[in-house]
DNA sequence: AGATATTTGTTCGTATGTATT
DNA sequence: TAATACATACGAACAAATATC
């Protein structure tokens, strides 16, 4: 009674395979038509009532099947006359917060970002000599001015921190080699979200702060020259200062917690 | 930040917004509790029925945002007694896939990949020096051992090519940087996947799998030595020796293709 | 080993929210 | 404004898997 009656004389069949698990068939399925018939973001799917049809199943398990889907930023839906499922682009920041799930239980050190920010940084700089216009480098030296100038508070101390990311992610998106972008930028995410690392921002530290301008400003130099080999090495000093910078502050946290723990 | 000020006062209410979107709801309250009660893998959830009646949501809805928290490998579920969903930890291998959406309408090329194995691979390299066990090393050789010969037919060809990337998928595995083991690990994972790969390593290439053999046993040497300096050094040859043959195939498979294109 | 209880997985029917025309 | 087409949500019942006795 397993291979039950399935033989409706309908063309195509998937089969119904006794270890069932109708939901997973649907987003092979969806996903197959989407690689197979080389489907592009826009694209429209067949509607709901469409899909029960054509996979003989109940609305609940095709719409399990889209949500799946949706969650991994393969298909948009969209309400109304003329809505339905559309084939999407998996964009980039909802590609990091899945890839951010990774590492939620395996606790990346500042050792392991800076390991990898120190050679993936410099030549994510380099990549970008010659080719950035006037309006990138406004948006650049915009983002240096949240930080030009010492925190009045513990509030703005924070938010120079993640300007001073900012202004890496912005790099990192205009760079030519989308893995190596994605990466960049991704290292930024973890710094901002790991919450050492959000410990060690809300600490006043107009060092870092000072080395990090300092750096930058003789970057945009760099770059302006478009000199990708000079614009690479001060790139690479800035890790290294920061790296300095941000394991002392670890290991002063640290000690500090360790009065504190049972 | 969600506003999830959730008052856990005696009378349960979700405030249940007229727009709809409770299944979106329902993920953020469980992720909140996998956070905020710093849940570990392993840990139960709720069951279905006391999810439907804490979210006041039907059972539908509560299966489609377990299906989502599932699709992202935050959770898994167990039928029977004693089962239900579980905190999971999403594990590379589906990290992976989910992070390969990214890149499926950006279109890498070869160069994109090479760069960052240029320099993450000798890395990854260097980290393992004086870590690997002997059975560590058994496991290498044994997987040169699929291609140390020239291959029969086209079927082994595919397969010693991918082997040779199984290489150093085990190499990844044991790195002590678990962000630079990903990287390395996903680049590998590319090449497997693109299409453009998939039909350089269709035809025979002789050279290649020779220069790959040579570099990888001297590899094993420099590791067995542990001495990673060396070690890092005969991984950039490799890759860059690499890079230039996968460059030159697929320069040639491109012009074969142009005098085919309408 | 087999029956049973428990829990997820699937189905169907219906009602409601939302955007287009 | 009303009609329409679509996704979204609900609830009850059934099927399949699995641990326990």
């Not at 949706?70 to 809505?83: E, F, K, S």
């Not at 001015?145 to 001073?164: K, L, S, T, W």
């Not at 020259?225 to 300095?244: G, K, L």
Request: glycine residues 6%.
């Amino acid at each position: 009674m397993r291979e039950s009656d399935q033989q409706e004389a309908a063309p195509e069949q998937p089969r119904r395979r006794p270890g069932y698990k109708r939901t997973d068939e649907i987003c092979d399925g969806i996903m197959g038509w989407i690689v197979e018939d080389r489907l592009k973001p826009g694209d429209r799917l067949p509607q709901e009532r469409e899909l029960m049809a054509r996979f003989k199943a109940s609305k609940s398990t095709v719409r399990e099947a889209l949500k799946a889907l949706q969650t991994q930023g393969l298909i948009a839906t969209r309400t109304g006359p003329g809505g339905g499922a559309f084939v999407a682009a998996l964009d980039g920041n909802r590609a990091m917060e899945l890839l951010s799930n990774y590492f939620y239980f395996r606790h990346p050190t500042i050792g392991d970002i800076y390991a990898l920010r120190k050679v993936l940084e410099p030549q994510m700089a380099a990549s970008l000599a010659g080719r950035l216009t006037q309006e990138n480098f406004s948006r650049l030296e915009e983002t240096i001015r949240i930080y030009d100038h010492p925190a009045a508070n513990i509030g703005e101390e924070y938010r120079q921190r993640i300007a001073e990311l900012d202004f890496h992610t912005v790099l990192a998106e205009l760079c030519p080699n989308p893995i190596l972008g994605f990466m960049c930028s991704f290292l930024q995410n973890l710094l901002r979200n790991l919450s050492i690392c959000r410990r060690i921002y809300d600490t006043p530290n107009p060092e870092l702060r000072e080395s990090a301008l300092h750096y930058q400003a003789r970057l945009i130099e760099a770059l302006r020259e478009e000199n990708a080999v000079r614009a690479a090495s001060i790139m690479f000093e800035h890790m290294c200062t920061a790296q300095d910078y941000m394991e002392a502050c670890e290991a002063e946290i640290q000690d500090g917690f360790l009065k504190f723990d049972e």
